[in-house]
């Protein structure tokens, strides 16, 4: 290659090379990827309306400039929707611009609250670009409020054109907003110490034992009871379907509590020459009702007579 063509080939590629994008275009870039119908091209001409785009020096300041075009585009719909309201004579057509009005109104609060909270920088912090993502979510929904109003009385909307703007910088506001929130972090599984477990684990076998001797009173008053009829057999059969519904809560309760034990992972034993699992109550062996009740009249009630129900 001639002296004379390497000096034009790197005038040429040194531009080229150090060209970098800006935080507009990267910005927009990532909005058209997910707005394709959108597109870069418009996200761009909604920046460049504002000569502070230019100056913003990450998304956040974007977001918080989108915010406020969105929400000029909001007062001057407003103002126009006044206008007609004012001129409107036919009292339906004023009902359903009011819907508007206060649609746009609600809107350009909560544009406002958006733009304040991303405007405050770093110092917002992740809590205020979530409730601006909030105020943007609901500005969102002023056009389609506006046009369901006419959509719904099968009505000519002479919004659709406002309606329709207003939905696009709305969007590009919320998106940028939203790209800020950070991905949410996988749970860690829930731990529970060997108390806890314990607890947990006797809850379960009390609770099987309450059930089974629902079971075993259903049983004995069906037996004693059966000659009788008319209304008191009527009104036990009731107080019986009570007690087998109680019996299948409190089965569902139990296997609720197996769950728990199942999934919840145990945390180390800080300082104990036991090991968890003999912390732990076996599930399988003989249970003392009495150390958990608390309470024993003594009394067999499956054969005792004096029982009065």
Same mark, same amino acid.
Request: proline content about 6%; aromatic content about 4%; charged content about 25%.
């Given at each position: 290659?001639?002296?004379?063509?390497?000096?034009?080939?790197?005038?040429?590629?040194?531009?080229?090379?150090?060209?970098?994008?800006?935080?507009?275009?990267?910005?927009?870039?990532?909005?058209?990827?997910?707005?394709?119908?959108?597109?870069?091209?418009?996200?761009?001409?909604?920046?460049?309306?504002?000569?502070?785009?230019?100056?913003?020096?990450? &998304?956040?300041?974007?977001?918080?400039? %989108?915010?406020?075009? =969105? *929400?000029? !585009?909001?007062? +001057? $719909?407003? @103002?126009?929707?006044?206008?007609?309201?004012?001129?409107?004579?036919?009292?339906?057509?004023?009902?359903?611009?009011?819907?508007?009005?206060?649609?746009?109104?609600?809107?350009?609060?909560?544009?406002?609250?958006?733009?304040?909270?991303?405007?405050?920088?770093?110092?917002?912090?992740?809590?205020?670009?979530?409730?601006?993502?909030?105020?943007?979510?609901?500005?969102?929904?002023?056009?389609?409020?506006?046009?369901?109003?006419?959509?719904? &009385?099968?009505?000519?909307?002479?919004? %659709?054109?406002?309606? =329709? *703007?207003? !939905?696009?910088? +709305? $969007?590009? @506001?919320?998106?940028?907003?939203?790209?800020?929130?950070?991905?949410?972090?996988?749970?860690?599984?829930?731990?529970?110490?060997?108390?806890?477990?314990?607890?947990?684990?006797?809850?379960?076998?009390?609770?099987?034992?309450?059930?089974?001797?629902?079971?075993?009173?259903?049983?004995?008053?069906?037996?004693?009871?059966?000659?009788?009829?008319?209304?008191?057999?009527?009104?036990?059969?009731?107080?019986?379907?009570?007690?087998?519904?109680? &019996?299948?809560?409190?089965?569902?309760? %139990?296997?609720?509590?197996?769950?728990?034990?199942?999934?919840?992972?145990?945390?180390?034993?800080?300082?104990?020459?036991?090991?968890?699992?003999?912390?732990?109550?076996?599930?399988?062996?003989?249970?003392?009702?009495?150390?958990?009740?608390?309470?024993?009249?003594?009394?067999?009630?499956?054969?005792?007579?004096?029982?009065?129900?």
């Amino acid at each position: 290659m001639k002296p004379m063509s390497s000096v034009l080939f790197v005038l040429l590629i040194l531009p080229m090379c150090s060209r970098s994008s800006s935080p507009l275009q990267d910005t927009c870039r990532s909005f058209a990827a997910g707005h394709p119908s959108i597109g870069y091209e418009y996200c761009i001409r909604v920046f460049q309306a504002d000569k502070d785009s230019a100056e913003a020096t990450d &998304a956040r300041g974007l977001a918080a400039i %989108a915010a406020r075009i =969105a *929400e000029a !585009k909001a007062n +001057a $719909t407003a @103002a126009r929707i006044a206008a007609m309201g004012a001129l409107e004579r036919d009292a339906r057509r004023r009902d359903r611009l009011s819907v508007c009005a206060e649609a746009y109104s609600d809107a350009v609060d909560q544009l406002g609250q958006a733009e304040e909270e991303l405007a405050r920088g770093a110092e917002g912090g992740a809590a205020g670009i979530d409730d601006a993502v909030t105020q943007l979510s609901a500005a969102l929904d002023a056009p389609e409020t506006c046009e369901d109003a006419f959509g719904e &009385a099968a009505d000519t909307s002479p919004l %659709a054109g406002e309606d =329709a *703007e207003f !939905k696009k910088l +709305a $969007t590009v @506001a919320l998106a940028v907003a939203a790209s800020l929130v950070p991905p949410p972090s996988t749970p860690r599984p829930r731990t529970m110490d060997s108390e806890n477990a314990k607890l947990r684990r006797a809850l379960a076998h009390l609770i099987r034992v309450v059930e089974q001797r629902c079971a075993d009173i259903v049983d004995v008053v069906h037996g004693a009871f059966q000659p009788v009829s008319g209304p008191v057999l009527n009104e036990m059969n009731r107080a019986l379907v009570q007690i087998e519904d109680l &019996a299948k809560d409190l089965d569902h309760l %139990a296997l609720e509590k197996d769950w728990e034990m199942e999934h919840m992972a145990p945390s180390p034993i800080a300082s104990s020459s036991e090991t968890e699992d003999e912390l732990l109550l076996d599930y399988d062996s003989e249970l003392n009702p009495d150390d958990i009740v608390g309470y024993d009249d003594g009394r067999d009630y499956s054969t005792d007579d004096t029982y009065p129900y």
